[in-house]
């Protein structure tokens, strides 16, 4: 089993920063993409941010030159560093990870819990 552990949401307001972090623990041989997602009540969940293993990043337009994932591959995390927050970037914010828990190749998809952002106007 794979868990995923986020942490560092909270209340901003508008134009403040906040970084998100997610840690992955369990039967891992390997993880492919990394990401994060959010669901903004009413609405269904959609991608920020993802990057792969070599570290390419790809963006939702909404957040691009604001927000910058990253990730440590030795430790298994992922970061959501978020900038110039609005308040449209309310949301539970989920981290997600493609993982392989052994050598087969096989993968699976796992999701945090959620943490709560909510920005203040």
């Known amino acids: 089993q794979v868990q995923l552990v986020e942490s560092g949401g909270g209340l901003v307001q508008a134009g403040g920063s906040l970084r998100l972090s997610c840690s992955a623990s369990?039967?891992?041989?390997?993880?492919?993409?990394m990401g994060w997602y959010r669901q903004a009540p009413g609405k269904q969940r959609e991608l920020v941010a993802s990057?792969?293993?070599?570290?390419?990043?790809n963006y939702a337009d909404s957040v691009k030159g604001r927000f910058t994932i990253s990730r440590d591959n030795a430790k298994n995390t992922v970061d959501l560093q978020m900038s110039s927050l609005k308040p449209e970037d309310t949301a539970v914010y989920y981290c997600?990870?493609?993982?392989?828990?052994?050598?087969?190749?096989?993968?699976?998809?796992?999701w945090g819990q959620g943490t709560q952002v909510t920005v203040s106007s």
């Open positions: 990057i792969t293993t070599g570290g390419g990043g």
């Open positions: 369990g039967r891992i041989f390997s993880i492919n993409d």
């Open positions: 997600r990870a493609v993982v392989a828990p052994l050598r087969d190749g096989r993968t699976y998809q796992y």
